[in-house]
């Protein structure tokens, strides 16, 4: 997935989607009609806090119909690298699941009909220096 100004670095294929990795940027790309558990989504946040030792952004691209338990962003570890969360949507079932969505997470959190407006909203709250990810070496 091509971002302008970001660097892909890597991604991640997954049973239910995929996670496309950049320097301060992680965007989900969940498939059509998979239903996110708890489980799955704190696996995945585990990681980015294993991995980013530098702010970063997740974009949930929803471009997919798929579901997800808003009790999961109660349970998400705390992290002071992640600066916030966007989630990318123009559908309406959609956008509406995210405000309510939006009530459980105790962090930045917005909506957004375009990738490009997400990722220039996560440029403005994350520091805009190069850096590198950091990433172990047995880490999937």
């Known amino acids: 997935?091509?971002?302008?100004?970001?660097?892909?670095?890597?991604?991640?294929?997954?049973?239910?989607?995929?996670?496309?990795?950049?320097?301060?940027?992680?965007?989900?790309?969940?498939f059509e009609g998979v239903?996110?558990?708890v489980g799955e989504t704190l696996s995945f946040f585990e990681f980015f806090?294993?991995?980013?030792?530098?702010?970063?952004?997740?974009?949930?691209y929803r471009k997919n119909s798929y579901s997800?338990?808003?009790?999961?962003y109660k349970l998400l570890p705390n992290?002071?690298?992640?600066?916030?969360?966007?989630?990318?949507s123009d559908d309406k079932f959609s956008?509406?699941?995210?405000?309510i969505e939006k009530n459980?997470?105790?962090?930045?959190?917005?909506?957004?009909?375009t990738l490009d407006a997400a990722v220039n909203w996560l440029d403005k709250i994350i520091p805009l220096e190069e850096h590198n990810l950091s990433t172990k070496k047995d880490t999937l």
């Open 95 to 99: 956008s509406l699941s995210a405000h």
């Open 68 to 72: 997800i338990d808003p009790q999961v």
């Open 79 to 88: 992290n002071s690298l992640l600066k916030g969360i966007a989630i990318v």
């Open 49 to 60: 806090q294993e991995n980013f030792k530098i702010p970063y952004g997740y974009i949930s």
């Open 35 to 37: 239903h996110v558990s």
């Open 104 to 113: 459980f997470f105790n962090g930045r959190y917005e909506l957004f009909t």
């Open 1 to 30: 997935m091509q971002i302008a100004g970001k660097q892909l670095r890597d991604i991640y294929n997954f049973d239910g989607g995929k996670l496309y990795v950049y320097n301060d940027l992680v965007i989900g790309e969940v």
